[in-house]
């Protein structure tokens, strides 16, 4: 191949890569934003939890709109858990029934384009915070 022809290619390819849409991207990576995802997955890891109890199980598992956050209980009985999220102004607040946080979720855009959650001085991918929230809740007993 000439030398002419590798650098049409070149341009070519180089013209024929998506561009990154880093305005987009970095939306989807504020905490409003990361926030509503975090609740739709939630939502579905509450459904799951509840599809695999036995039959007749003594408790059940919610997921309710409160005050601006959102909570993930179980009950049973009279007795019941929960775990609160809330939307701060620097980070997502993930607490106990009693109201006292278990860890903040701050949120990074890196140089590759990548959403990052932190939690615990940790980069952590979505379903990591989940488990870190929620393990507990989910399995307690199990």
Not at 36 to 43: A, G, M, P, S
Not at 115 to 141: K, M, P, S, Y
């Amino acid at each position: 191949m000439s030398d002419k022809a590798a650098a049409t290619t070149q341009v070519k390819t180089e013209r024929d890569r998506p561009k990154s849409d880093w305005v987009a991207q970095r939306f989807a990576c504020s905490l409003p934003a990361v926030f509503k995802n975090l609740r739709l997955q939630i939502e579905e890891d509450v459904k799951t939890r509840n599809a695999l109890r036995p039959e007749n199980a003594p408790y059940e598992f919610f997921i309710a709109d409160k005050n601006g956050e959102f909570v993930v209980s179980v009950r049973s009985g009279d007795t019941s858990k929960a775990v609160a999220f809330r939307l701060a102004p620097h980070a997502i607040v993930v607490g106990d029934d009693v109201g006292n946080s278990m860890f903040e979720i701050s949120l990074s855009f890196s140089d590759q384009g990548h959403c990052q959650l932190i939690a615990n001085n940790q980069t952590l991918e979505d379903w990591q915070v989940r488990r870190l929230a929620l393990e507990d809740l989910l399995f307690a007993g199990n």
